[in-house]
């Protein structure tokens, strides 16, 4: 029964979903969780304490007073969190909001993560040293943590990496002091698919403190292929070792319709038989730099009929291509070097100038401009940053702009329309497209080339600019190919529902877990 429409008694039960490994499945499991919890009736949200990850989305932010204290009032300002947790809010018919993933850490280098807190960048906690942040972090974590439990039913959280890595226990803001803290009922995942899943189980659990092991109900094996009665007799003895059940065995689940957490998309073509017969694919390159933001955003590409996605890191795989892509960027002026440094600029720049399409979002449409300027050392971490940039370095001049970069960041959702568009993007012309933008950089005429008469046609005031020629298109819209009205206008495709894609999720942990398994986890001790 929902009880949604009642006064809460008590606090929501807490599941939470822990891996052996990275890479396991514990978002992919957290996200189906979420909505099968939901069909159920009851009031579900997702929890992750701390994310790493370059993917983020923009939803409802605190009020300006609460991020520093905790409290749990939302205000209307927007913020960021993980673009799992905005998924698994989805899933589980909740409206996102920045508690569902309080710290946020941004890789900008290799020793470096810009640190959101409370869907806010902080830079008091991206100075301090990673050691010394969980204190800070965790009072604001354990409120968002309380906050969400008082306000609904069930809480699904997720963890990262493992809970069992024995150098980071003493500072652990993610997995066991959560699990504690919540009274989670916790699911250990492993990928049976890489081999060693019962070594990785029980170890795992073997490093575990013993209070701590207690908290784990159960193990599940994910991504099996073959028939899972071959398993047998080994989660027999690992219960014998442990005294904790394997409670499922997930099938490899392909394509399953949700964007990818971490890793860059498998370079294949549409599956047999979609597309035109006879007709080659369309080839999208979309450049794969160290930095890559907000990749999950390509997604639909993969469902679209007779499109063949790339990700390139090299000329030699632009070769044959029919757009090219240039991405977001978490390290703008770093990731420009570094695609110099490939020889991907010339290519990039060839493939315009014999009219093929090129289309830059966010970081790269800065880079497709010709200044980038960095006077506070927002992109190079300040005079004499890691980058090694000047506060000003040529963009690749494809579109006639100057990008101006500033601490302050944009974050809000975006509900705009595109003008008139020319050339092979007109198509788009007159689309209402919805999105999101999160970037520090700030775009205009370049005034130099104005002054000559070099101009780039707005489609969207301060959001969107296209060459003169019409083949290079730069948008600040995060999400472009996950609106259905330009998915139509581009390829005259359907998006697969995303709620389509969390009932068939649900559908197959209802399958996989023991029977009643599931309605146990969340009763009452």
């Given at each position: 029964m929902s009880k949604q429409d009642s006064k809460r008694l008590r606090l929501a039960r807490c599941v939470m979903v822990l891996g052996a490994s990275s890479g396991a499945g514990k978002s992919w499991l957290a996200t189906a969780l979420c909505r099968h919890y939901a069909n159920q009736g009851l009031k579900v949200a997702p929890f992750k304490a701390q994310n790493m990850s370059n993917n983020a989305r923009v939803v409802a932010g605190l009020a300006a007073s609460?991020?520093?204290?905790?409290?749990?009032?939302?205000?209307?300002?927007?913020?960021?969190?993980?673009?799992?947790?905005?998924?698994?809010?989805?899933?589980?018919?909740?409206?996102?909001?920045?508690?569902?993933?309080?710290?946020?850490?941004?890789?900008?280098?290799?020793?470096?993560?810009?640190?959101?807190l409370l869907g806010r960048a902080s830079a008091q906690l991206t100075a301090l040293p990673w050691r010394e942040r969980g204190a800070v972090a965790w009072p604001h974590i354990a409120a968002a943590l309380d906050a969400l439990r008082a306000e609904n039913d069930v809480l699904v959280i997720e963890g990262a990496g493992s809970p069992a890595e024995i150098n980071l226990m003493p500072r652990d803001i993610v997995n066991m002091r959560v699990a504690r803290h919540a009274g989670a009922r916790?699911?250990?995942?492993?990928?049976?698919?890489?081999?060693?899943?019962?070594?990785?189980?029980?170890?795992?659990?073997?490093?575990?403190?013993?209070a701590d092991r207690a908290?784990?109900?159960?193990?599940?094996?994910?991504?099996f292929r073959g028939d899972a009665a071959l398993l047998a007799p080994a989660p027999q003895q690992l219960e014998c070792l442990t005294g904790v059940p394997t409670v499922a065995t997930i099938a490899m689940q392909r394509q399953h319709g949700l964007p990818e957490e971490d890793g860059v998309f498998d370079d294949r073509c549409a599956p047999p038989g979609s597309g035109h017969a006879g007709a080659p694919p369309l080839t999208v390159a979309v450049i794969a730099w160290p930095r890559l933001s907000n990749l999950d955003e390509f997604q639909p590409l993969k469902n679209v009929p007779g499109l063949r996605l790339v990700w390139a890191r090299a000329p030699a795989q632009l070769q044959g291509a029919d757009w090219i892509v240039l991405p977001g960027s978490k390290a703008t002026a770093s990731d420009l070097a570094w695609l110099r440094a490939q020889g991907l600029d010339a290519a990039i720049t060839a493939h315009a100038r014999a009219g093929g399409r090129?289309?830059?979002?966010?970081?790269?449409?800065?880079?497709?401009?010709?200044?980038?300027r960095d006077p506070h050392g927002v992109e190079s971490g300040g005079p004499g940053g890691d980058s090694g940039n000047s506060s000003s370095v040529p963009g690749l001049g494809l579109l006639p702009l100057a990008t101006t970069f500033a601490p302050r960041k944009t974050v809000r959702r975006v509900c705009c329309r595109f003008g008139a568009v020319s050339g092979p993007w007109a198509a788009l012309s007159g689309v209402q497209a919805s999105g999101y933008e999160i970037h520090c950089g700030q775009t205009a005429p370049h005034p130099a080339l104005a002054a000559r008469g070099e101009m780039a046609r707005e489609l969207m005031a301060g959001m969107a600019w296209q060459n003169a020629a019409g083949n290079v298109l730069g948008v600040y819209l995060h999400g472009l190919f996950e609106d259905p009205a330009v998915l139509r206008a581009l390829f005259g495709a359907r998006a697969r529902p995303l709620d389509e894609v969390f009932e068939r999720l649900a559908a197959v942990v209802a399958d996989s877990f023991a029977p009643g398994f599931l309605q146990e986890l969340i009763q009452e001790p």
């Open positions: 609460d991020t520093e204290t905790g409290a749990a009032e939302m205000g209307t300002e927007m913020g960021e969190i993980g673009s799992a947790q905005y998924f698994q809010a989805l899933a589980a018919r909740a409206v996102p909001d920045v508690r569902m993933n309080p710290l946020l850490l941004k890789p900008e280098a290799d020793t470096r993560s810009q640190a959101v916790c699911l250990l995942v492993a990928d049976v698919d890489r081999g060693g899943a019962f070594a990785h189980l029980y170890g795992t659990w073997a490093l575990l403190p013993k908290l784990i109900s159960g193990f599940v094996l994910n991504k090129v289309l830059g979002i966010c970081g790269g449409l800065q880079m497709l401009g010709a200044e980038l």
